[in-house]
């Protein structure tokens, strides 16, 4: 699944055969194919990007600062699922915010981390490139006005309290074999201190790049590009609903389905339905001719239900985190034009078990009894190897002694409120019995089973052995003291588990043009953030969608800007593709 391919045919004609139907639900049509001169146009910009969230504003603002036209084109508001985020950059070696707080990165470093999570997602070309731009992509974040004013967090967990804008956000002090760990995760000021989510990473980009003169297009879904007949992308059709009363209406509703799908999805569904009945009556038809390029940066696909079916069913029962937008239609509009689609089926689901503190020092069973992954990894290599390999289940055990010091931790000074009412909540369904088989049995899993994990799990936590899955003695705590306790933290159980996509369009590594199935680029084309193939397409930490956004938006922008001013960006390609070697 994580190699399914799905991309557009070469014909020309009225309109362009695709393989659309291999990406249902997203709402987009086939690529219109003209003379761009018969055609009639609202506007004409240099560079248009459509969608903007962390990969569009970067884009944007990145062809803004080159001195092109720019317009941006939103279905909604624009801030997307970044706006709903937590706000988290992965960044390294050695930004100005390490600088400050004293801590020592290297782009080798960094790289030598970073690697274990992205694997073959990039080239290791493209991985170097992108720790050696960090300390850059963060200082670009900084110069358009996000924030970064609070200290470090020095110990482990999965969203830093209040007041902290560093921390070890994704697997750090794990691969210490082979580099030094750094905390990475770079928190914006202004989050909100009750939820941890919101747009204190976006808003104040947004806020640039209209400074900066681009060009707003709100409420318009770019439902098609138009493409000449040598295939080149000349420009979007979109439809857009008005401003006024129903403008309003729309920007209402739209807002509240983010909102409602992050704390309650269920009221999400009725909001969505009002609006997309507004899109349906009001929105016109609106076209937009781009000069240098169109940036695809519609973000992911998690909220298409009949795309995750297909692709993703064993993430089903995790809890779907995304906003209105996520419905792969930037996807589609890339296969639409010739553009090839990779790795649908790679997704990340998140499971975090600390705070409190305490808890990674117990062992993960699932219900044959077995463990599956090292319990001191970040979350989302919890979560995913449960929802891909362990039929979403995840059974947390522990002893007494543990248990009451996890207890003794848990409280609102080292975890947000958010948190620590998901772990509270957890608490509450544990399961206790005096021997690992009364537990078994309470369970309902195979008592020799347990047992024999349990042993293995405590020989290694004395060092007598290696652990099978990597995990340091000093990570561990033996079980050996009744009661024991069981925590079913399985999806649909006592805390969330949740999951974004992480497959896109295949890109030229170096310019972010979107490649055809000959992995030639399609000429004004290009794909960023969660559109397109990136960093964090393997394997997911804390803030490296994000980061990826910044680097690939950036990366897009400039290329789509070069290319209005009439340089020749794809030469480049060739080379690219003489550097297939994996991360
Ligand atoms: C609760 C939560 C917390 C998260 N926390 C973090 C975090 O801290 N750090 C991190 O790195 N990642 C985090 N993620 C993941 C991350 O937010 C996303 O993967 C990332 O923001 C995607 O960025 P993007 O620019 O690709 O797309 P988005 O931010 O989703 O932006 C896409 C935009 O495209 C628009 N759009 C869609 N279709 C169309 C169309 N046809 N026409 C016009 N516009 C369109 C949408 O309206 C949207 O505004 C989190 C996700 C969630 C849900």
Redesign the pocket.
């Known amino acids: 699944m994580a190699s399914e391919t799905i991309s557009g045919e070469t014909t020309t004609g009225k309109t362009r055969a695709t393989q659309l139907d291999q990406l249902p639900g997203t ?2 049509e086939a690529a219109l194919v003209a003379d761009e001169n018969s055609l009639q146009w609202d506007d004409q910009f240099d560079v248009i990007v ?8 970067s884009a944007a603002i990145e062809a803004a600062d080159q001195g092109s036209k720019v317009a941006f ?18 960044a390294g070696g050695g930004t100005a915010l390490q600088k400050r707080l004293g801590v020592e990165d290297s782009p080798e470093n960094m790289f030598n981390c970073l690697r274990h999570e992205v694997q073959d997602a990039v080239s290791e070309n493209t991985l170097r490139r992108f720790c050696e731009e960090s300390p850059g992509n963060f200082d670009f974040v900084t110069a358009n006005g996000t924030r970064y004013s609070g200290t470090l967090f020095a110990s482990k967990t999965s969203y830093p309290v209040h007041g902290h804008s560093l921390y070890y956000s994704g697997n750090e002090l794990i691969y210490t074999q082979d580099a030094t760990p750094a905390p990475r995760g770079h ?1 914006a000021d202004g989050i909100k201190r009750f939820t941890a ?1 919101g747009p204190a ?2 808003a104040p980009l947004i806020k640039s790049a209209l400074k900066k003169g681009v060009t707003p297009i709100r409420r ?4 098609r590009l138009i493409i000449n007949p040598c295939g080149e992308v000349i420009g979007v059709e ?1 439809q857009q609903v008005a401003g006024g009363w129903v403008g309003f209406k729309h920007k209402i509703l ?1 807002t509240l389905a983010a909102y409602a799908q ?1 704390y309650f999805a269920p009221a999400a569904k009725g909001y969505r339905k009002k609006l997309f009945a507004i899109e349906k009556h009001y929105a016109k038809p609106v076209r937009y001719r781009a000069k240098g390029g169109v940036v695809l ?4 696909f998690i909220l298409n239900k009949d795309m995750t079916e297909k692709y993703l069913p064993k993430f089903q029962r995790a809890m779907k ?7 792969g ?2 996807i589609a ?1 890339g296969v639409s034009a010739g553009g090839v689609a990779e790795r649908l089926g790679t997704a990340t689901a998140w499971r975090f078990i600390n705070p409190p503190v305490d808890w990674p020092k117990a062992a993960i069973v699932n219900l044959q009894g077995k463990r599956y992954v090292n319990e001191a990894m970040y979350g989302a290599v919890i979560g995913t190897r449960m929802m891909a390999e362990n039929n979403g289940e995840c059974i947390l055990v522990m002893d007494k002694p543990l248990f009451e010091s996890s207890l003794a931790n848990l409280n609102l000074k080292s975890s947000r409120f958010v948190t620590w009412m998901q772990a509270k909540t957890a608490v509450r369904t544990a399961k206790s019995a005096d021997t690992l088989e009364a537990l078994a049995q309470r369970l309902k899993i195979d008592p020799e089973n347990l047992k024999q994990t349990v042993a293995d799990y405590n020989a290694a936590a004395r060092g007598e052995q290696p652990d099978a899955f990597g995990k340091q003695p000093n990570d561990m705590k033996e079980i050996k003291q009744g009661p024991f306790y069981a925590i079913n933290m399985s999806a649909g159980k006592g805390d969330i588990t ?1 999951v ?1 996509s992480l497959g896109g369009l295949k890109v030229c590594e170096l310019t972010g043009a979107v490649l055809n199935q000959e992995g030639q680029p399609i000429k004004g084309l290009f794909a ?4 397109a193939i990136g960093v ?1 397409s393997n394997a ?1 930490v ?8 910044v680097f690939s ?1 950036r990366r897009a922008g400039l290329c789509a800007s070069q290319l209005a001013q009439g340089q020749d960006i794809h030469a480049v390609t060739t080379a690219e593709q003489q550097d297939p070697q994996p991360a």
């Open positions: 709402d987009v459509v969608g903007l969230g962390a990969a569009g504003v084109i939103d279905r909604f508001e624009g801030g997307g699922t970044t706006a709903r985020s937590g706000s988290v950059m992965y928190l989510f990473f976006i318009s879904r770019v439902s979109a739209s992050i940066s519609a973000g992911g985190l995304g906003t209105t937008g996520d419905t239609s930037g509009l949740s974004i960023a953030g969660r559109n964090a997911y804390s803030g490296l969608s994000i980061a990826d956004g938006g």
